[in-house]
């Protein structure tokens, strides 16, 4: 039986019978070995040592190929109780001479049996492995049966639900696997359930049966995945499916709250088919897979998994209220965007080896920026581009942790440690300059040669590269090593002459900002600005350290100048003197949102502007700006300030003139979305009794200001604000407000919450004590939400005693968390902090541990920057 999917340069072919899949092109796994190879001496074996490691890959990929694994596990109704499993994992060897290692990331009292071609062997299981004696492997088809007890570490078990979660290398916590990508291979998975559970997989429902109060389920075999993509989720769910534009979907979902559901479910399934069309139209390749189904999880840890035919998302963005925002709209369609996109890239075509993981990150967040764009009305692609991407990938790439877009990688243990913004930010941003480089047409034309080419297999990011390198005068190669393989920013400086009323020169230069001889070639655009709000812009080729605008002789001499004025330009522009003072002027919400962007950083640089001045400079500009987008990014920026970079006593100085003009701007503003950005902003800064106290009468009558929508989620987050400032009337807040969640799911997050937000330091004490635990972790997003409050600037004289334990436990939470639960730890820990002794802190630990892993060193910089930076601006 042929897959769906097949364009005459590959083809994969199951082979019925022995769940196998035979791959016909571009897999290294498939290379037989020459007479010379066969006829050489034995190899010596491949170390056990924990993890998987590059050596380990790549000898399992010269001899293994022809993959497939048939999987039944036994799911009891109580979350506490084992899950019983039996495996069958059936591969081609071409080389027997030495032992296979399959991994399993368990206790060795787990396996209880082991077959290797018929025959039981022993149990030799340790550092991670289970491994296979050679005496009773042979070259040609080899089968190995198991009976074991399935790891819980990334099974995700709730007390009526449970979701497998597998990236990067988690598979090997449930079952034992190869679990590496680029040994692809089908999946046969079989569950017997409670009777009143549902359940989504890879594969489509084969049949159902029911017996002794249990029914066994058993899905068809998947299409050929690596193994971080094998996923099902079961449980009590509410399972919706709709056809539309001619496809078949499947929905499980525990959603509870009707107005969300009837708001959400139709566009949850438009987005889904614009998104597929807009995809197979610029790939020019259909779907390539069997099935496309999705599934909402309560508090799931990222915002969306791309398991082929079984999509995970976190439920709170997909499921939108009366009172959603325009902006929780778009980032919706974005993510829907993302995770559709990885079906091509990332599913289709897989990286080899996980250095190159943010290849599909790039190209989902590429594409759903350019589906966004036509899928969602009144989006402006341009504008969320820039409040999307640059703030969050300068966050980290001004830091001292930076990290470059491609990181080398030895042991797949470590591959959650290159996830972050840069793969997600600064990667998007590289590759619209690359494309901008070629020109779009070529661009596309080269993608859909490399999906065509690696179709069901994998590449490398050099792959890519050398196929677009074909389509372009540009040295792709240079280009490539300053962008991609190497971490950093530039800083821009300009000198501009003028005579007679007019621009003589204009001349621009760039200069690492770690001072090294890098140069990053970019296109950007600079725009003279003049009187009564006419503009000339003009387009800057910067492939020099410094390079002069001709095109900008002879014009009239501005008022001002903006440098990246449509926000494409990567690094830390220059300030024009005047620009602040224009800011209004400019009709271009872009243009003004490069403008925020360029004021703080060069804010936080300590050029040319500091926080008490740029705070001024918003307050101004805030009553003014229309744009929601713009509102959003303002108010952030505005809290940041206040929060980070002002002192205690100079908070409660400004409070009262900050809270008037924040709930002045909030009337005035015409538009819902933009009020409700304002109120929570008035909520974030809310100092004097007096604006409590109004908060808290809202809270109690449940009463919004006019003309803004809240919700039950956020009448919760305002209790939370109130319980974190010890309102007077704060402690009935939480448990009355806990009697108003009707949904199961967020009462218990409020519950787990609770202690984090006592009044009482030892409660909160022993919540903090409570988090060493690893099972007191086990719901990541709460934990995050939960260190957030504890560590609240509200809070920080009694919470900054937390901060050596929480450092010590980041080794652990980077082997027993997802893979950005490390980095959410750190940065709720450390977010808020602006005292010496906390860099003290940081400093002292990374002193004291010299050795650090230099991964979760960069990771740890990275968050500790804002502590650092407060230090110097903080005066």
Not at 600 to 619: A, D, F, H, K, T
């Amino acid at each position: 039986m042929k897959l769906p999917y097949s364009n005459g340069a590959r083809r994969c072919v199951f082979l019925l019978g022995l769940g196998l899949v035979s791959c016909a092109k571009n897999l290294a796994v498939t290379n037989s070995p020459s007479a010379a190879t066969t006829a050489a001496a034995t190899p010596a074996p491949v170390a056990v040592v924990p993890g998987v490691s590059q050596e380990l890959a790549q000898d399992r990929a010269r001899r293994i190929s022809r993959l497939g694994y048939d999987l039944h596990l036994t799911i009891p109704a109580g979350k506490a109780a084992p899950i019983a499993a039996t495996e069958t994992v059936r591969f081609h060897l071409t080389d027997a001479r030495q032992p296979v290692q399959l991994d399993f990331k368990e206790q060795t009292a787990n396996l209880k049996r082991v077959v290797v071609n018929g025959q039981p062997v022993a149990i030799d299981h340790h550092d991670e492995h289970l491994v296979l004696p050679a005496a009773r492997l042979q070259t040609g088809l080899n089968e190995v049966s198991l009976e074991f007890v399935a790891g819980n570490q990334s099974l995700n078990r709730n007390e009526d639900f449970l979701y497998t979660l597998l990236v990067p290398d988690r598979a090997r916590t449930v079952f034992p696997v190869f679990d590496q990508p680029n040994l692809k291979a089908s999946f046969t998975l079989t569950l017997t359930l409670p009777t009143t559970w549902q359940a989504l997989a890879n594969g489509p429902l084969q049949d159902s049966t029911v017996a002794a109060g249990t029914k066994t389920l058993r899905f068809a075999p998947s299409d050929t995945i690596s193994t971080y993509l094998f996923s099902f989720a079961a449980g009590k769910f509410t399972r919706v499916s709709r056809r539309v534009e001619g496809r078949e979907m499947q929905f499980l979902h525990r959603e509870t709250d009707k107005d969300k559901l009837r708001l959400s479910l139709d566009p949850i399934f438009r987005i889904h088919a614009d998104a597929l069309t807009f995809l197979q139209d610029y790939t020019g390749i259909p779907y390539p897979f069997r099935k496309f189904d999705f599934v909402a999880l309560p508090d799931f840890q990222y915002g969306g998994m791309e398991h082929v035919g079984a999509i995970d998302y976190k439920a709170s963005t997909l499921f939108l209220d009366e009172g959603a925002t325009q902006d929780q709209k778009i980032s919706r369609s974005n993510l829907i965007a993302h995770e559709t996109a990885h079906m091509w890239f990332g599913d289709l075509v897989t990286m080899q080896w996980f250095n190159d993981v943010w290849m599909k990150e790039v190209f989902a967040n590429f594409m759903a920026d350019k589906i966004t764009q036509v899928a969602v009305s009144g989006s402006n692609y341009d504008l969320k581009f820039v409040i999307d991407h640059y703030p969050a990938a300068y966050g980290i790439d001004r830091t001292s942790g930076a990290n470059p877009i491609r990181q080398e990688l030895d042991n797949l243990k470590d591959a959650g440690s290159l996830y972050g913004n840069i793969i997600y930010h600064k990667a998007p941003i590289m590759m619209r300059q690359l494309e901008r480089l070629m020109g779009e047409e070529p661009f596309r034309q080269g993608l859909q040669e490399y999906l065509q080419k690696y179709s069901f297999g994998n590449a490398t990011w050099p792959d890519l590269i050398q196929i677009l390198d074909e389509r372009t005068p540009a040295d792709l190669q240079v280009w490539n090593q300053v962008w991609v393989n190497q971490p950093g920013r530039p800083l821009f400086d300009y000198a501009l002459s003028i005579s007679n009323g007019r621009i003589t020169s204009l001349e621009l230069s760039q200069q690492a900002e770690d001072k090294s001889e890098r140069l990053w070639p970019q296109l950007f655009e600079v725009l003279l600005v003049y009187p009564g709000g006419r503009t000339k812009e003009l387009t800057v080729n910067m492939n020099q350290r410094q390079v002069s605008v001709p095109q900008a002789a002879g014009e009239a001499a501005p008022a001002f100048i903006l440098f990246n004025s449509t926000g494409l330009g990567y690094g830390v522009f220059p300030l024009d003197k005047q620009l602040a003072a224009g800011l209004a002027t400019l009709p271009n919400p872009v243009a003004r949102a490069a403008a925020y962007v360029n004021l703080y950083e060069n804010m936080l640089n300590g050029r040319s502007i500091g926080p008490r001045q740029l705070l001024e400079v918003y307050r101004q500009a805030l009553p003014k700006e229309k744009e929601e987008l713009n509102v959003k990014l303002l108010t952030g920026q505005l809290t940041d300030i206040y929060w980070k970079l002002l002192r205690p006593a100079e908070r409660v100085a400004l409070a009262p003139a900050l809270e008037k003009e924040l709930w002045q701007a909030l009337q005035q503003n015409p538009a819902a979305n933009s009020k409700k950005l304002l109120f929570k902003a008035y909520q974030s800064v809310a100092l004097t009794k007096e604006a409590q106290t109004r908060l808290y009468q809202l809270w109690d009558q449940q009463q919004a200001p006019a003309g803004v929508k809240l919700t039950e989620d956020d009448y919760t987050v305002l209790a939370l604000a109130l319980a974190v400032r010890d309102y007077p009337a704060a402690a009935p807040i939480l448990p009355r407000q806990l009697t108003r969640i009707q949904n199961p799911d967020r009462k218990k997050r409020m519950e787990f919450l609770l202690p984090a937000l006592a009044p009482d330091v030892p409660t909160r004490d022993a919540f903090f004590a409570s988090l060493a635990d690893e099972k007191n972790r086990e719901k990541e997003a709460w934990v995050t939400s939960a260190l957030a409050y504890l560590h609240h600037p509200l809070r920080a004289a009694t919470s900054e005693k937390y901060l050596p334990q929480s450092l010590a436990l980041l080794e652990e939470i980077q082997q027993t968390g997802d893979i950005f639960f490390p980095y959410s730890w750190l940065q709720a820990t450390l977010g808020s902090y602006q005292t010496p002794t906390a860099a003290r802190t940081v400093r002292d630990f990374l002193a004291a541990h010299p050795n650090y892993n230099p991964k979760l060193r960069a990771k740890l910089l990275q968050a500790a920057d804002d502590v650092f930076r407060a230090e110097k601006l903080v005066l």
